[in-house]
């Protein structure tokens, strides 16, 4: 079946995808419990709740309700406003692919009709042929998602991320020779990914390379244990609202080497909820880097005032405490 798939995909049709469900106009808008949700998150939730209200058959209008349940983790809730959206706007592929995104997690074999629906509008688009082998990989049906990877490969010569998704199926498949081919691609293409050495080191173990195998899983023992995925359709792009989005904003400022910014980023952030811990240590840590070693104890002894039976508080007080004026690590990911 696999070279049915691989005409499928050359067609560039996929037209057996269902459509999504017709929206009623009198259908209540969908509003997850917020009892114990930032008063920011809460007030731009409720804001794009009320540009919803006000225009029920706007697809743009939903979709910018889903988009802001999506940043915030409410996935159930962003997947019906997506559908809606897709409803009202059928020519976008925006509303199809972020609920697809929505939908991977927690159901992933309903994200493939979406994901297969976007595709009528992204064919040319790399990571729109990643998403859908991915989530074929999730509920079992790998073979279907090898052509997907190949054309997102061909898409992108410069990425690296669907080989090492071909590789990792192979290695799953015991085909280690083909995994090893993809595997090496990956690398080459786009060095410190965790799952590429990690993949690699499978396959040399399997092929006799002992040590290279042992080589590439101690590189993958150092480097952060999920890398990122560049899509930018795949992410809404809103303003920040809320301690863990700041967070993320203030981690990506950082990486982009604007301190100032980030900084305020994450003082937005313990504003919105004081006991969110990964921006406290992050501003902590960024300060430590920034000579302010003063500012950053100060923001621990604080945070272990307010969790004094955190432990994890404590240990890196301690540790900034006795640190000999080594920098602190680079922002870490949730």
């Given amino acids: 079946m696999r070279w049915l798939a691989a005409l499928g995909l050359l067609a560039l049709g996929c037209g057996g995808a269902s459509a999504p469900a017709p929206v009623r106009a009198d259908d209540p808008v969908p509003l997850p419990a917020l ?13 794009a709740r009320a540009e919803v209200a006000r225009e029920l058959k706007s697809g743009k209008a939903w979709g910018r309700l889903a988009d802001r349940y999506f940043v915030h983790d409410f996935m159930a809730e962003a997947a019906a406003c997506y559908a809606r959206a897709e409803a009202l706007d059928g020519e976008s592929y925006l509303w199809p692919y972020r609920l697809g995104w929505s939908l991977i997690d927690d159901r992933p074999e309903e994200a493939v009709a979406p994901f297969e629906r976007a595709l009528t509008k992204l064919a040319r688009y790399a990571p729109a042929h990643e998403a859908l082998g991915e989530v074929l990989v999730r509920i079992g049906r790998g073979a279907e998602a090898v052509p997907h990877f190949e054309q ?3 898409l992108d010569p410069q990425a ?6 071909l ?19 990956a690398l080459a293409r786009e060095p410190g990914r965790v799952e590429t050495h990690a993949g690699l080191a499978q396959a040399y173990l399997a092929l006799g390379e002992a040590e ?5 899983a101690e590189i993958a023992r150092t480097l952060p244990q999920s890398s990122r995925r560049e899509d ?3 992410a809404p792009n809103l303003p920040p609202a809320g301690a863990r989005a700041r967070t993320r904003f203030a981690r990506q400022l950082e990486r982009q080497g604007k301190s100032d910014e ?3 980023q994450y003082r937005a952030a313990l504003a919105a909820n004081p006991l969110h811990y990964q921006a406290r240590i992050g501003l902590a840590e960024l300060l430590a880097r920034e000579g302010e070693r003063e500012q950053a104890l100060a923001l621990l002894r604080e945070g272990v005032g307010l969790m004094p039976g955190f432990a994890q508080a404590t240990q890196d007080l301690q540790r900034l405490e006795t640190d000999a004026g080594e920098a602190p690590p680079a922002p870490r990911d949730d």
């Avoid at 009892?35 to 804001?47: K, Y």
């Avoid at 590789?167 to 691609?185: D, I, N, Y």
């Fill in 167 to 185: 590789g990792l199926h192979f290695v799953a498949q015991g085909e280690f020779q083909r995994a090893r081919k993809h595997l090496e691609r």
């Fill in 160 to 165: 690296g991320l669907a080989d090492t998704s």
């Fill in 35 to 47: 009892e114990h949700v930032d008063p920011d998150v809460v007030a731009a939730i409720q804001q």
């Fill in 262 to 264: 980030a900084v305020a």
């Fill in 152 to 154: 997102a490969s061909a």
């Fill in 212 to 216: 290279l195998a042992r080589e590439h």
């Fill in 232 to 234: 930018p359709f795949a």
